[in-house]
């Protein structure tokens, strides 16, 4: 580490940590006693246990969301930069989105038989994401499931690899990790009773020849993968790196999936069609919909003539590859809006600028302050890296955390109307994201900043 640029002091943490808690329960008395209510019949208090994991004395409760403002029990209003962890990344009900939930209200919600929206949706799919053949699940951890299983089904193959630290969902084949170099059940999977390593691979992202011997035995059906890391902090590809994964699994006969759901941040194609990817299967859960729960996954025709070779011989009965509400009219209308209005290469031009905008502010904070990190960002998603390189993989990511000091800088933030996620403080910047909301965001960030450097704050006299 330069000379020039100390360690955290964590004694500075620990106590702005301390003091944005208390300051937390002193401005959100009806949150608390919301969650007192809530503790009686939740898990956690909460009805989805994630929702806890904001380092918070207890739950900051919404009572509404529109464009890029949340507005909580207590009245406070917040600029949000997390946006459901990607959920919401177009904004919190779209107008486009919110007028197809209200047509199609009043025409039927789900079916089990399609709708005239298929066919539009289905020609716009192929036309934003190059591939042919799609299905809609609930989930984009559904959406992995189908493909681990189709891609089994069309190679006869059993074995399944992944990246160390990857996340693709609650998908229990894939919560596998590496430790000392060993592959083991990701420590606190609840309830897992098999040994996961037994068909899932696990190697570190980045690392070819590890990507060569995992594949030399032609025994693997299919690659999972995120094309950039993001949930053990942003992990970037080297370059070459996606060109070495799809001539590998090609030399292998290996199936590759590319996970965009956090990744859709890059562009109206996602990280596929913006660095001209070429995977078999395509997949993107959350905000395809834009926040109504749906997702999608897609295949190419190679993998389309596997899968009815497959199907032509398998023996009759329940397929199990599929949920009573997956494809629903409701599902169908929000993604045929999102595709239409709003997944499209007019609304990322125009907020690219400022997610840059972001990105550099955030760079020349961490500078003035002197702290050990860095800022990166895919598109329209940023984060903070709590290191002086670009992590290698999800190892490194995972030493490099500073969760502590996450927290603290989350929670300052949200005290002083900003939010951005709890975990490895990532932010989205939506079409409705405003400079001056940039700007509120790098003004929360310059005092929580100071408040562990020592250093006076950049921004208290400057001009935005």
């Known amino acids: 580490m330069s000379a020039s640029i100390p360690a955290v002091n964590p004694d500075r943490v620990t106590a702005l940590l301390a003091r944005e808690r208390t300051r937390f329960a002193e401005r959100t008395p009806k949150s608390k006693e919301l ?62 989105v919110a007028d197809a939930i209200r047509r199609q209200a009043d025409r039927g919600l789900t079916t089990m038989l399609p709708s005239p929206d298929a066919a539009i949706v289905g020609e716009l799919l192929a036309k934003r994401f190059h591939l042919p053949f799609w299905q809609v699940t609930a989930t984009a951890s559904d959406a992995n499931r189908s493909v681990i299983r189709w891609a089994r089904a069309a190679t006869g193959r059993r074995k399944l690899l992944v990246f160390n630290g990857c996340y693709h969902g609650a998908v229990d084949d894939t919560f596998v990790a590496l430790e000392n170099g060993k592959p083991r059940n990701r420590p606190g999977l609840v309830g897992e009773v098999r040994d996961v390593t037994a068909d899932t691979r696990v190697i570190e992202f980045n690392d070819i020849a590890a990507l060569d011997r995992a594949l030399a035995t032609d025994d693997v059906a299919l690659v999972l993968a995120e094309p950039v890391m993001t949930n053990c902090g942003m992990v970037l590809p080297e370059d070459g790196y996606h060109d070495v994964l799809r001539k590998l699994t090609r030399k292998h006969g290996t ?57 032509a011989t398998r023996e009759g009965g329940y397929s199990g590859i599929g949920t009573t509400l997956s494809g629903s009219a409701l599902q169908l209308a929000c993604m045929r809006a999102v595709l239409e209005a709003i997944l499209t290469d007019a609304v990322y031009a125009a907020a690219l600028p400022r997610a840059e905008f972001l990105e550099r502010g955030i760079g020349t904070l961490i500078r003035h302050h002197a702290l050990p990190w860095h800022v990166v960002r895919v598109g329209l998603r940023a984060e903070i890296v709590s290191a002086l390189e670009h992590p290698k993989n999800g190892t490194e990511a995972l030493l490099f955390a500073h969760s502590e000091a996450e927290h603290a800088l989350h929670l300052h933030c949200l005290n002083r109307g900003v939010v951005i996620t709890p975990f490895h403080n990532m932010m989205l910047v939506c079409p409705e994201t405003s400079d001056a909301d940039v700007n509120r965001l790098l003004d929360a960030l310059d005092g929580g900043f100071a408040e562990i450097s020592g250093k006076l704050p950049l921004r208290a006299t400057a001009t935005h």
Do not use: Q
């Open 255 to 311: 199936l590759l999936c590319i996970d965009e759901t956090h990744t859709i941040s890059s562009g109206a194609g996602g990280y596929t069609a913006t660095h001209g990817l070429d995977p078999d299967f395509f997949v993107m859960g959350k905000p395809i919909s834009g926040g109504v729960p749906a997702a999608i996954y897609g295949w190419s025709d190679a993998v389309d003539e596997k899968i009815k070779a497959y199907m």
């Open 35 to 96: 969650a007192a209510r809530t503790a009686a019949h939740w898990l956690n208090g909460v009805p989805m246990h994630w929702m806890v994991d904001w380092g918070t004395p207890y739950p900051l409760f919404v009572t509404e969301a529109r464009g890029v403002a949340l507005t909580d029990a207590d009245g406070h209003t917040y600029v949000d930069f997390c946006l459901g962890d990607t959920g919401a990344m177009f904004g919190h009900s779209p107008p486009a």
